[in-house]
């Protein structure tokens, strides 16, 4: 702020200090010019006196000149010998010849003309020019001479001349006349006659006259010329003798030519100075002016970049902090206190090793490093008011005395959210359990730490059983909480130590090293499928959920962590081939089961095209009066080199393969066609896999296969299990109704297998339902409640009747299981005890006797 005062006070100064400056160049001009005007006045006066004086000797030149010849022509005429030869007589010779009075006075004097007249004013002698002539005075004088020839005879007594001035050709002439008289000589005896007159003629011819000039001082004097008269330089001559001029030397105007272009030049000068001071004096002013408006601009600026400072430092969560060479905070902003919450007037003094640390040691290390570039921060933490950690950015940049000045940036929020960004990375974002890429990472760790056969690394891949049913039965938010429960259940059965990551829908994997035995594995294994099986609530219902899980070692099976993984998939694959709700541990030969199932597979889409399918028939009976009412068809593939394959082997790979439409197909073909040829009552019921009513269009399948074969559609049932329902209710609904108005029948296959079976009863269009053999198998086991499996039973063909629907035990298998289904009413019986499945032949031979059934 000082600078600014004093620098517009400069300005000022320089602009009060230019007003003087042009009054004194105001003065300076006026003593110029008086100096001019008095130089003229006194040239004009100089030059008047010069004038005068010129004037006064002109007079006297011509006074002088008019004098002279007075006198040199009284010499001549009052003289003895001149009355003698010109007066008494005319004496040419001794005049002229004898040059008394002749020539030498025009060659001695200049006299012109020279005149006798005698008494009768008759010119007696005349020399003009120095030449004697015989010229009338009159004549060449263009004037009577009378006058001046009396005038003269007048004076001779007193021996006077007259002189007079005359015009000549408009050349002055002074004119001197003198009677002629013997003068002082006693020898002459004067006349009675009137005295002669000599005349002298003085004819001031333009040289002459500026020879006189010269005489007296007057440059070229001559005669006036007319129209160019000049009151100041002339003389007039008396008479008629005309006006004479001359050049005055005008030493005024010398004066003013040489004085003024000297003040001319000296006002110039100064003016000149003037002009350079001033230009001087106002380039200095304007630079001053520019530095004090650049000056102010740069204050303007810097006022501006400060309140921007100010802002950024207030609106941003930075705070600026400075620290002495001593490392003691000597400055903190005061967004200090607005981020940390502490008091800067506790922290200034202090050191900054006690409010921050790195990770790395001590923050004055940090900053103490040579040669540390400025753009490099370093992450600090620092405990606020409330004593939480807070994590900072510290930028810093070393001040000339060794100080330090920075930045603080609170990045606490920035380093939690990327924390959580990792966490998220590599953990599933639903259940929040390790994902795949976190297990990779895990299992990379432990493999490297080389598991032995005694501390061996067990891998267990667990799967849930029948969880997408749930999912889509429920609802997503359901199967999510199912999942969440299932998480927490299995990392409750490992220890911390241990890893449980989701790397799929239903999928997880363990990492579990604190086992060493097979026996503890299968332990781990039983405690972890207990804890799944245990019901879960969501909402008001109990969901039932199983696990299948299979189990590879390191090092015993592999050390590598993508066989490792390959080898558990594999052993859970088998676990699931093995009635799931198991598990199995990964054997070498599992792998060769694979191979041999990709085989199976070709050998099955050959199979359907070689006709190496067969169809056997199970009949069904009337449990009350043992009618047969109809049959199962059950595919069989007899394989040329293998034999007889079973359905529940080929089937799953028909569906996972995308065969099963053209084995469905050829089934449905052959039922119906079979059917066609056997007596009208009996129906024929065909399995369907639930991906038919995802896949293909079933309505028209079973349409072909009705007209196809002509039969009624009612004698056609189709078998279909709940899996149907659990992965689009809707959509199988609406092909349900479809199918019913084409007149088949539906029922619902292996009931009691799966978990909320009844719901579906109602909602759908069944005609009957299969009440699953294992209700039956059960009874037979010593150590089942019999009588809660047969309350089951019961009930369950008490639902069927209330919905109106027919109802068969599957797995008769005894007499015992056949009169237990008499006993409760169960509609229908199919199973070993009342007939096995047979080939279409042997079916139609029994079919055609249709014989009843003994109870
Ligand atoms: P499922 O639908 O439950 O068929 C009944 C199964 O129980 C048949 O086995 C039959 O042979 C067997 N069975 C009948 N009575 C008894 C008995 O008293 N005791 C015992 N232990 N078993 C009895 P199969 O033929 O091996 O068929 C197995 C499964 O294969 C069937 O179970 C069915 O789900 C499927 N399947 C069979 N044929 C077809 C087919 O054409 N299409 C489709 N999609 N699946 C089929
Ligand atoms: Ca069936
Ligand atoms: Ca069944």
Not at 89 to 109: K, R
Not at 302 to 309: D, G, W
Request: hydrophobic fraction near 45%; charged fraction near 20%.
């Amino acid at each position: 702020m000082s600078n600014s005062s004093s620098n517009a006070v400069s300005l000022s100064s320089v602009r009060l200090a230019s007003e003087p400056l042009f009054k004194f160049v105001a003065l300076l001009a006026g003593v110029f010019l008086l100096a001019g005007i008095s130089l003229v006045y006194l040239a004009q006066d100089l030059d008047r006196t010069e004038q005068e004086k010129n004037a006064f000797y002109v007079r006297k030149a011509v006074q002088s000149l008019e004098k002279s010849l007075a006198v040199t022509v009284q010499d001549y005429a009052f003289w003895g010998d001149a009355y003698r030869h010109l007066h008494a007589e005319v004496d040419i010779d001794w005049a002229y010849i004898n040059q008394n009075i002749g020539p030498t006075l025009y060659d001695d004097f200049g006299f012109q003309g020279l005149f006798v007249v005698d008494d009768q004013n008759r010119t007696v002698y005349s020399v003009i020019d120095g030449k004697q002539r015989s010229e009338e005075a009159s004549d060449w004088l263009r004037q009577p001479i009378a006058g001046i020839a009396d005038a003269a005879r007048a004076g001779a007594e007193a021996q006077t001349s007259v002189t007079r001035y005359i015009n000549i050709d408009g050349a002055p002439a002074v004119i001197a006349a003198a009677a002629i008289t013997p003068g002082t000589d006693p020898t002459v005896t004067p006349d009675n006659r009137a005295h002669s007159v000599l005349i002298f003629v003085d004819v001031l011819e333009p040289k002459k006259l500026a020879a006189l000039g010269t005489d007296f001082g007057v440059a070229q004097l001559r005669v006036a010329s007319h129209g160019q008269h000049s009151a100041d330089s002339l003389v007039t001559l008396a008479d008629d003798g005309g006006t004479l001029q001359w050049t005055p030397a005008q030493p005024g105007w010398r004066l003013l030519a040489g004085g003024l272009p000297l003040i001319g030049l000296a006002a110039l000068l100064v003016v000149l100075m003037t002009w350079v001071i001033l230009r001087r004096t106002t380039v200095a002013a304007q630079a001053l002016d520019a530095s004090i408006a650049s000056l102010k601009r740069s204050q303007a600026a810097l006022a501006t970049s400060e309140a921007r400072f100010r802002d950024v430092a207030e609106a941003s969560s930075d705070w600026i902090w400075e620290i002495d060479a001593a490392l003691r905070f000597t400055y903190l902003s005061e967004r200090f206190q607005g981020v940390t919450g502490l008091s800067s007037d506790t922290w200034l003094g202090a050191n900054i090793d006690d409010l921050l640390t790195t990770e790395l040691g001590l923050l004055s290390q940090w900053l103490s490093i040579p040669n540390r570039r400025p753009e490099i921060s370093v992450q600090c933490r620092y405990l606020d008011a409330r004593g939480q950690a807070r994590i900072t950015r510290l930028s810093a940049r070393t001040l000339r005395d060794g100080g330090v000045r920075g930045t603080a940036t609170d990045v606490t929020e920035e380093v939690e959210a990327r924390r959580r960004i990792e966490f998220l990375s590599q953990h599933d974002a639903l259940t929040g359990l390790p994902n795949r890429t976190r297990l990779q990472a895990f299992l990379d760790g432990k493999l490297k730490a080389q598991p032995t056969v005694e501390q061996p690394l067990v891998m267990l891949c667990l799967d849930l059983d029948r969880f997408k049913p749930v999912n889509d039965l429920l609802g997503h938010a359901a199967g999510d909480r199912v999942l969440n429960e299932v998480s927490s259940r299995l990392a409750d059965c490992v220890r911390h130590a241990d890893l449980v990551a989701r790397v799929g829908g239903d999928e997880f994997v363990l990492i579990v090293t604190d086992v060493s035995s097979q026996e503890e594995v299968e332990t781990l294994c039983r405690r972890l499928i207990a804890s799944i099986e245990m019901p879960i609530a969501i909402e008001d219902q109990e969901v039932f959920i199983s696990a299948s899980i299979g189990i590879a070692m390191a090092p015993h099976d592999a050390c590598e962590a993508t066989a490792l993984l390959r080898y558990a998939d594999i052993a859970l694959y088998e676990a699931k081939s093995g009635g799931r709700n198991t598990w199995r541990f990964y054997a070498g030969d599992m792998n060769a089961r694979i191979i041999e199932r990709r085989r199976l597979e070709s050998d099955l889409r050959q199979a359907i095209k070689n006709g190496e399918l067969e169809l056997h028939f199970q009949p069904r009976y009337r449990i009350a009066d043992g009618q047969m009412v109809g049959a199962e068809a059950l595919v069989r593939w007899q394989h040329p080199q293998r034999g007889q394959i079973a359905p529940d082997v080929f089937v799953p790979i028909a569906e996972e393969s995308g065969l099963i439409l053209a084995l469905s197909n050829w089934v449905l073909e052959q039922a119906c066609r079979n059917a066609a040829n056997w007596p009208v009552q009996l129906f024929v019921s065909v399995n369907l896999s639930p991906s038919e009513f995802k896949r293909g269009n079933l309505i028209e399948r079973i349409q072909h296969v009705l007209s196809a074969s002509n039969i009624a559609p009612a004698r056609l049932e189709l078998e279909i299990t709940e899996g149907v329902m659990l992965d689009d209710a809707a959509g199988a609904l609406e092909i349900m109704r479809t199918l019913k108005r084409l007149g088949v029948r539906i029922a619902l296959d292996d009931f009691g297998t799966g978990y909320s079976s009844l719901s579906y009863l109602r909602a759908f269009p069944f005609d009957g339902l299969k009440i699953d053999r294992s209700f039956l198998s059960r009874l037979d086991q010593s150590d089942s409640n019999n009588e809660s499996d047969q309350a089951i039973i019961q009930a369950i063909v008490g639902l069927g009747r209330a919905l109106s629907l027919t109802v068969t035990a599957e797995g008769v298998e005894t007499a015992d299981h056949l009169k237990l289904l008499q006993a409760v009413a169960c509609d229908e019986g199919q199973g070993y005890y009342l007939s096995r499945p047979l080939g279409s032949d042997a079916f139609r031979a029994l079919s055609a006797i249709a014989g009843g059934v003994d109870a």
